[in-house]
Every structure is written in C-alpha cells, then in structure tokens.
C-alpha cells in the first residue's frame, strides 16, 4: 500500500508565492511519474504539472512560467513552485503518483490541499 501526505496549502494574496509538497512512503519499488492536478468547485479535476522519473516536465498552458515541478527522488517526494498566483488558481490540489510496488503497479492520490488566491 501507497501512501501520499500533502502539504503546503492556504491562503494567499494575488502575485504571492506557495510551494506544495506531497511525500510517497510504503513499499514502493519504483515511481514512473509524478504529478500535480487541481479542481475548483463545478469543474473536472485538470493536470497542472507532472515531471517523470527521467525529468521530463509537462506543465498546463495556464500555468507555464509560473509553476515549476521538481522532485526529489531519494524522498519520493514532489514539490509545486506556484509563483505570480492569480485567483483563477483557486482550487483543491491533489498530488498524483504512479509506480510500482513488489508485486503491482499502482496511481495513488493524495487527500488534496486547499489553495485560495483572494485580496
């Protein structure tokens, strides 16, 4: 069994900064790609940012030079840089991680963070 913690949400004004992190523990044996999505109220959940086990980064067109996705392996841990936040970036954000176990592979979610960008 995979668990994923989160952390790193709040409040924040327009053009502040947060940094999200979302740590992987249990008997994981390999992660393929992590990754970060986010839904607001009345919308699907959408992909944000994922970065795989080679470092290939992908980022949504909303979010590109302003978020950046890093990981750190040897923690099984992924980390979201959310610079300039607009409100629009309001919304319950949920790290994602795929991989495998002894015996399975495995899409494990974390429980989500809350982030409000409001003056």
């Known amino acids: 069994q995979v668990q994923l913690v989160e952390s790193g949400g709040g409040l924040v004004q327009p053009g502040g900064s947060l940094r999200l992190s979302c740590a992987a523990s249990?008997?994981?044996?390999?992660?393929?790609?992590m990754g970060w999505y986010r839904q607001a109220p009345g919308n699907e959940r959408e992909l944000v940012a994922e970065?795989?086990?080679?470092?290939?980064?992908n980022y949504a067109d909303s979010v590109k030079g302003r978020f950046t996705i890093s990981r750190d392996n040897a923690k099984n841990t992924v980390y979201l840089q959310m610079n300039s936040l607009k409100p629009e970036d309001t919304a319950v954000y949920y790290c994602n991680v795929v991989g495998t176990t002894l015996k399975v592979t495995f899409s494990s979610w974390g429980q989500g963070t809350q982030v409000t960008v409001s003056s």
């Open positions: 249990g008997s994981i044996s390999s992660i393929y790609a």
């Open positions: 970065i795989t086990s080679g470092g290939s980064r």
